[in-house]
């Protein structure tokens, strides 16, 4: 998939394949809502003879106003946009999201940017998408302006799964919550965390059980306690390697660290593994909770708990 830094500048449309069909969204999660935004989006490319492109924007509109009542992003920028790709988008426009664009009235941007800057002609938004001046521009006012800009508009209503509307904000309610298999119902995938892998104490290796300490990329991490997960590696270029069943711990190991300030770690035990995954990244999908984290009276008693964690991650992973 390409990937354009959109800039302050006006940027000419011949720089972009055309004609364009532009799904438009923050596509935080790149959930279920998100991806048929990308489906119809394609669907109205190939009926165009043009493009499928997506325009999202960072940061989160919220860190620009709001900065202390900002959600936690789903997945990184770099996650956001490999997913929009899988999800059949051909091209992706990265817009930043300032105090200056946020003050555009709505007409001007979809005539000078959408139509203009972009040369898109369809537009594809979900029924609660707003833009503009005092969040003035509505999926109503799209489908009102587009006809004398050449520009059609089509509305994606509510995606729904057993009932539930798909959306990003109810993504991170089951992710904080613990609920990692109804955030993934709704996400179409498992709940990720992917990053580095850094040096810990060294504390489950000298127990016997040696961990991976990741440092998630994203920003959001599912409630403290202990999970059965499947840890894929990843290659220098993001591909997938190998991959493990993984007892995964997210906590402050209280048994060892019982301070209320100790830092939260995202530990994981590779089972079947044997190898050295320093400054490797991995990517771990958070499939089933096992329990609560809670503190052991003796290390004899921890090591029979995770071992009983093991024995119930290799049952629930496949």
Avoid: W
């Amino acid at each position: 998939m390409r990937i354009v830094l959109a800039s302050d500048e006006a940027r000419p449309s011949e720089a972009l394949p055309a004609p364009l069909a532009l799904a438009i969204g923050n596509f935080d999660g790149v959930h279920r809502g998100h991806q048929e935004l990308v489906r119809v989006a394609r669907g109205r490319g190939a009926t165009l003879g043009g493009a499928t492109g997506v325009l999202t924007f960072t940061p989160h509109p919220a860190r620009v106003f709001a900065p202390a009542l900002a959600p936690p992003l789903i997945v990184s920028l770099e996650r956001r946009l490999e997913l929009l790709g899988e999800a059949g988008a051909e091209l992706a426009i990265v817009e930043a999201f300032t105090p200056a664009l946020a003050a555009v009235e709505p007409e001007v941007f979809v005539r000078d940017t959408l139509a203009g800057r972009f040369g898109a002609r369809e537009v594809v938004v979900g029924y609660d998408f707003s833009f503009g001046r005092s969040r003035r521009g509505t999926p109503e006012l799209l489908r009102a302006l587009g006809p004398e800009l050449g520009l059609g508009v089509t509305i994606v209503p509510p995606v729904t799964v057993d009932g539930l509307v798909c959306s990003s904000t109810k993504v991170r309610e089951f992710v904080l919550e613990g609920r990692v298999e109804g955030a993934a119902l709704l996400l179409g995938r498992p709940v990720e965390l992917q990053g580095p892998v850094v040096r810990g104490a060294g504390r489950g290796r000298s127990l016997g059980i040696p961990t991976a300490n990741v440092v998630p990329e994203g920003e959001l991490v599912p409630r403290l306690g202990i999970y059965a997960a499947r840890a894929r590696i990843l290659d220098a270029t993001g591909a997938v390697g190998s991959s493990h069943q993984a007892a995964l711990s997210i906590g402050s190991n209280p048994t060892f660290t019982p301070s209320e300030s100790a830092p939260v770690t995202v530990e994981a035990h590779l089972l079947d593994f044997d190898g050295d995954l320093y400054g490797r990244r991995l990517r771990l999908e958070v499939l089933h909770r096992i329990r609560d984290e809670r503190r052991f009276d003796s290390v004899k008693a921890l090591l029979a708990q995770i071992s009983a964690d093991i024995h119930e991650t290799r049952a629930r992973v496949p």
